[in-house]
């Protein structure tokens, strides 16, 4: 099962790229992360932030599979330990469908694409940068793995 991070922003700064690629290289090769970026949508002074949201929600829609599991990453969504997230993550790997981690712009996701999500899961309840958020899915993904396997990685 591939684990798709589609993520609204590119040009990250260095730090954030540093933080993503260390957690992504510690996956293994049967549960890889794959990261798709996604062009945020220019804003202009006609523009309103769900006309913005709608045009990414498009981009966001054109870089998944087909049939992909859609599970959204919001500070409204669902509080999941990372044990928690470790049995998800095995319920998921039984189907064998790949999973999709989407993570908003400036304004958000576009209110259709939670409503098309499969899960609605929060960091925290504070707002974060949506770079810093990716690192932390990453860093997450990993731990949730390394629990799977009994990996001295996460200590109870
Ligand atoms: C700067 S935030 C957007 C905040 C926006 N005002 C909203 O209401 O969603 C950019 C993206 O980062 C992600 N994000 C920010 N904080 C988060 C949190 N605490 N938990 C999960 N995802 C978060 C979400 O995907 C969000 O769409």
Do not use: C
Request: charged content about 25%; glycine content about 8%.
């Amino acid at each position: 099962m591939q684990l798709i991070i589609a993520a609204v922003g590119h040009k990250m700064p260095a730090w954030i790229e540093t933080g993503y690629a260390e957690y992504v290289k510690r996956m293994p090769p049967e549960l890889k992360i794959v990261l798709k970026e996604i062009k945020p949508v220019e804003r202009s002074g006609s523009k309103t932030a769900a006309t913005a949201m709608a045009l990414e929600r498009e981009r966001i829609e054109a870089a998944l599979p087909k049939s992909v599991r859609i599970i959204a990453l919001d500070e409204r969504g669902k509080d999941l330990t990372s044990v928690g997230l470790s049995q998800q993550l095995e319920a998921w790997q039984q189907d064998g469908r790949d999973t999709a981690f989407l993570i908003g712009g400036a304004d958000g996701l576009d209110p259709a694409l939670k409503a098309r999500a499969e899960g609605l899961i929060r960091i925290s309840s504070m707002t974060l940068p949506h770079g810093m958020v990716r690192v932390m899915l990453a860093e997450q993904l990993y731990r949730a793995w390394t629990i799977t396997q009994n990996h001295p990685y996460h200590r109870v």
